[in-house]
């Protein structure tokens, strides 16, 4: 489980040690759940059961369910930004479209791999707090893609250019929740399906080619965004 990543939410509350580990131990209870069962209702009280502690220490983080999904859907969309800033090299992307293959390919995986991120940001279920807290996270990783297009490409500034991308995101991810409901996760034809959805909405603003530029550590360094930033 991924204990290490705190829901960015609790950097600004005063929380001790085991109440940091307290709160992860119930987002990773939940997460088995998710993971185990298709019941939509999971109750507070199963996920105080699965963790091993009082009901009351349940509520003392989380008034309802919704706000432990909401949570979840923060630590998760952590995890995939901490992997999505990763620069490819090796080997590394001759061409914009190879860069946004190889992002996709990684995340698909990601989520396959997390069967509750899947029922999260894929699932008919979702709520509306939880789908904010996933465009928030697309929103930050897509400013993060546009760093990485500059720091690998020569290209002119585009200061729209993350909107851009998370727009193509946001496409990609509705073939995705298709693959998701018709076979239980993203399959690699889907996978395909989405990028060249994004791929085909980027070029009427990319040029087809792009050159490539030498990686500067300064360029690498500028990918990282963060939560602040609007």
């Not at 997460?31 to 502690?53: P, W």
């Not at 791999?113 to 709520?127: E, K, N, Q, T």
């Not at 409901?181 to 993203?186: L, P």
């Amino acid at each position: 489980m991924a204990d290490t990543l705190v829901d960015p939410a609790l950097l600004n509350r005063p929380m001790r040690r085991r109440g940091v580990e307290r709160y992860n131990l119930l987002l990773d209870s939940t997460e088995t759940l998710l993971s185990a069962t298709e019941d939509e209702d999971i109750s507070l009280a199963q996920i105080a059961e699965e963790a091993g502690v009082s009901l009351a220490s349940v509520y003392y983080f989380f008034p309802n369910r919704n706000a432990v999904y909401v949570a979840l859907a923060r630590r998760f969309n952590e995890e995939i930004y901490r992997r999505s800033i990763i620069p490819p090299t090796d080997p590394e992307p001759e061409t914009w479209q190879e860069l946004l293959a190889m992002k996709h390919t990684a995340a698909a995986a990601f989520q396959n791999s997390r069967p509750a991120a899947l029922r999260l940001f894929l699932g008919a279920g979702v709520s509306v707090a939880v789908r904010n807290a996933d465009f928030a996270g697309n929103a930050r990783i897509a400013r993060s893609r546009a760093r990485m297009f500059e720091a690998y490409f020569d290209m002119q500034p585009m200061p729209d250019l993350a909107h851009r991308i998370e727009i193509s995101a946001a496409a990609m991810d509705g073939i995705w929740s298709l693959s998701y409901g018709h076979h239980g996760r993203i399959t690699e034809e889907y996978r395909q399906e989405g990028t060249a959805c994004a791929v085909t909405y980027l070029r009427q603003f990319l040029p087809e080619y792009l050159p490539r530029r030498p990686l500067t550590e300064d360029a690498l360094d500028r990918i990282e965004v963060q939560d602040t930033e609007a």
